[in-house]
Structure formats: C-alpha cells, structure tokens
C-alpha cells in the first residue's frame, strides 16, 4: 500500500471495518442474535446457528418482514406448505405475519445468517 | 434426505433459493447491479465489481442511507476523512449524504457487495 494516494489522503488514513465472521463463539449453547444495524423501519442482525432449530410446533409469525441471506453454513426453513433449502449464497423474503420456523441447520459447522427485517409493523 | 420428515411435508416438498453468488457474467466491462428487493422505505441490490472504481473526481451524495457489505473480493471506499479497507465480511453503514466513493476493488477476482438502501429519502 506504500506510496498509493488517495487525493490528499495517505494510507496512514486507511481504516478497517468489523467484519461479520469474527467473534463467533466457540461454544453456542443458544442461537446468537447480533444487531448490526437499527434505524426507524430497519433492522439488520447476524445469527449465528449450529445444529439449532425451531422447538417442535413453534412458528415465527412476525410483525415485520424479513430478509434472509445464509453467509455461511446450511440450514432449512419450514413454511407452511414446503420446505426450503439454504446454502452459503442463497437468499429468501419472508413476508410480514408468513408463518415459518427454522427447520434445521447444520451441525458441523456455524451458520451464519444475515436478516434485514424491514416494513411498518403490522 | 430420503425419509425425514417435517410434519405432514416430505423432502418432494424441498424447495431451493435464489442464491446471491450465481449468475456472473464472465465479462463484465460496467460494475453489475442487481435489485434483489424492492419496498416502500427499502431497497436491496447485489453489486458485482472487478476492477472498477468510482471516476476521478466523483462522489456519491445520496438520498437515503446504505449499508453495505462485501461478501466476496476486496475494495476500498473512499470517505472525505479516510480511506476504508474492505474484505469479506466487512461491513459499513454510509449515512445519507455522508459523500464516498469507490477508490478500488480487486482486479483478479469479483467483487459482490451487498447494498441496502434504506430511510427516508431527504
């Protein structure tokens, strides 16, 4: 980085961020929420699973919508009519008050979740 | 899969997702944006860049705020006080009107941001 500029800036101005995969901890009694973000309508959370899921017959049914990216890991979510697969990568919206629960995730290895929960409360 | 069972579902009900890291063009001479959700209040696009960066000289100075995260690749962001190293999994919350640019995004491989624009425009 020596010697590259940014204007009047020097790389002595170079700042770092936090990174989503650090600090996951090495044991996970629980699944582990994170607010990484809350303004008025908004609200962004790291979850961090590892083999947990949804008591039996327990469904989240939420005021707000919610969208979930899977970063990490491997996990299903259990609508009321299907069942969906998630892999690193793979992306759902989840609609205010749709009926879902965490089916299953992987218990090999953490999985680790983005979610964007958004929209007036209904 | 065979034989595991969610309540009255069986895996013939399995569905997949969308997936974030899919569906990159081999040759990409602009950056690549991709809206992933769009509602009142909120917007989520996939950003894919690889080698670009933002023209001499130019700022973004937008409405809403934005968070954002680097998924894959590396770049660097460009505030009016400092520089910002971005890897995989670092993240960033730009407020609106707070000008930055890109500075720099890593030549040799993709780089796939996540932007959620949010708030009310002002």
Request: hydrophobic share 35%; net charge negative; aromatic share 10%.
């Given at each position: 980085m020596s010697g590259r500029s940014y204007g009047r800036l020097s790389s002595g101005d170079m700042t770092n961020a936090p990174n989503?995969?650090?600090?996951?901890?090495?044991?996970?009694?629980e699944e582990l929420f994170t607010k990484l973000l809350q303004a008025p309508g908004i609200r962004i959370e790291r979850i961090v699973s590892r083999g947990h899921c949804s008591p039996d017959g327990f469904w989240y049914d939420q005021d707000q919508a919610e969208w979930v990216l899977v970063l990490k890991g491997a996990a299903r979510i259990q609508f009321e009519d299907r069942v969906l697969e998630l892999r690193s990568g793979d992306f759902v919206n989840i609609s205010a008050h749709q009926k879902h629960r965490v089916a299953w995730t992987t218990p090999d290895e953490p999985t680790i979740w983005l979610a964007v929960h958004y929209g007036e409360k209904s």
């Amino acid at each position: 980085m020596s010697g590259r500029s940014y204007g009047r800036l020097s790389s002595g101005d170079m700042t770092n961020a936090p990174n989503i995969f650090t600090e996951l901890p090495s044991d996970l009694p629980e699944e582990l929420f994170t607010k990484l973000l809350q303004a008025p309508g908004i609200r962004i959370e790291r979850i961090v699973s590892r083999g947990h899921c949804s008591p039996d017959g327990f469904w989240y049914d939420q005021d707000q919508a919610e969208w979930v990216l899977v970063l990490k890991g491997a996990a299903r979510i259990q609508f009321e009519d299907r069942v969906l697969e998630l892999r690193s990568g793979d992306f759902v919206n989840i609609s205010a008050h749709q009926k879902h629960r965490v089916a299953w995730t992987t218990p090999d290895e953490p999985t680790i979740w983005l979610a964007v929960h958004y929209g007036e409360k209904s």
